[in-house]
């Protein structure tokens, strides 16, 4: 059986739709990047962070007064004490509170330590 | 080829052309997923050698004699027996350093607590305005001065209290208090409009008639899990 002409050209009709839709939403290179977006945050207030200790090591780290807007939000924990890093990540209870994060490797405590916190979303 | 293979070639290409246009579409969109960063800087006293912190408590009933040595601070209130503790935490030892334009959110002082009073007693938290050492300083050379119940309360920075009474904020012996919260001083030392002397603690009725000790672990116990401790979380852009 041949295949009719017509139904060659209902194939390409859509490829040519296709390129046509992706053109559209082509941009120039300097608009990227030349505005800003706000970035809307679930909470300003201040967060309790706990380092908690086990011998001469943070194990977890416990982040409380987490209010109810961050609910649902991932929260990544960082602490690093200049020689070692470690992370992890935790839910926050859907009406907020607090949440204890696990470190993927314990950070020895030492005079210093930063301790990065992200919550994205909800 | 035959047409029905080219036809289908076809049909392939478009299909798959379309699946990718969407996909390169989807890959454009932006979420309005809210981000909240947040750092912190945790100060604390240990090893025993860390010039970090600085603490040290004074005595009345030994008022020149210097206790920046000890293992344990007290904060008391009795007849000529008060006792009062100094600390201070160098914030130009948090790694990055804070920026002077950071918005302090939330600072607090943790001192693990082994000894509480049968009562419940406040403690307040005074901002140093003038240098002391841990080596030198006395009860009779401390920045206050040597009369009680000076500064007035209503000067403190903070209070919380602390007794083994039920009800009483801290009553448990062996745990770090809660409520010593410095976030306005903080701010003050990073944005450079105070000089950071510090604090002092002290019981805020001194001068009691039955002696009541409060004693927190200093950072000479090399112990990490009871050093004394500022927590400082800020951000960078507010």
Known sequence: ?122 | MSRRATGYALATLAVSMLLTSGAFAAGLSFSAQALTPYRTCVLSGTPATTTAVTDASVRQGSATSNFGTQTTNDVASGASANRRLYLRFDLTQCSPAIASSAVIRLATLRMYVTVLPAACRTVDIFRVTATWTEAAITWNNQPFGTTINTPASGSATDTYNAGTPAGCENLTANSYVTGAVVTADVGAFVAGTATNFGWMLRDDVEGSSTLRTQTYTAKELATANQAPQLVITYVSVP
Do not use: H, K, W, Y
Not at chain 1, 107 to 118: F, G, N, R
């Open chain 1, 1 to 122: 059986m041949v295949r009719p002409r017509s139904t060659i050209l209902a194939i390409i009709a859509p490829l040519a739709a296709a390129t046509a839709f992706a053109a559209s939403l082509s941009f120039a290179p300097g608009s990227l990047g030349a505005d800003q977006e706000a970035v809307s945050r679930c909470t300003a207030a201040g967060l309790g962070v706990i380092q908690n200790v086990s011998g001469t090591t943070a194990i977890s780290v416990t982040v409380s007064s987490l209010p109810s807007a961050c609910g649902g939000a991932a929260l990544q924990v960082t602490v690093n004490n200049q020689v070692t890093s470690s992370s992890g990540s935790a839910t926050v209870p859907a009406g907020g509170g607090s949440v204890t994060v696990t470190l993927g490797v314990p950070v020895a405590i030492t005079a210093s330590e930063q301790v990065d916190l992200l919550l994205t979303g909800p």
